[in-house]
């Protein structure tokens, strides 16, 4: 596996299942041969997706996670019986140094949750935020724009720390 950057991913996370994550990470592949993939989630129903999708074979390495966070679940009780869930999973392999990066398109707060406790915050950072592209006129063809989730309790500190 190339190890240009590896993107570790909670493919069961998302509210219509596996399938439309990894059409997206099919698009990626073919718009980035530089990114590869460490998937989390159920094998049974991950290789097949794989198996279809050329741009994905030798660039993907799936792990079995036996547990789903439903979009539903409060982010407590994720995090308490999350441990074994392919979110988890994902994130513990940016701490382990497997992946430069963890994508999810699962349960936010949930997510949010668990990253503050297995990836743990940047220094002189109070807070999480959420960080979203935002469609621009400019060379990138977007903005980053921050604290996208609605954190009503972010006051001006963190709106600071957020900027930098």
Known sequence: MNTEAIISVDVMGGARGPAPVMAALARAAAQDEGINFLLHGDERQIAPLVSKRKKLRDRVEIRHAEDVVAMDDKPSRALRAGKNSSLWKSLEAVAQGDANAALSSGNTGA?????????????????????????????????????????????ADNLVQYAI
């Open 111 to 155: 997510i949010v949750a668990m990253a503050m406790l297995v990836l743990r915050k940047a220094p002189g950072i109070d807070r999480p935020a959420i960080a979203v592209h935002w469609p621009a006129n400019n060379e990138n063809g977007f903005n980053v724009v921050l604290d996208m989730g609605a954190d009503v309790r972010a006051d």
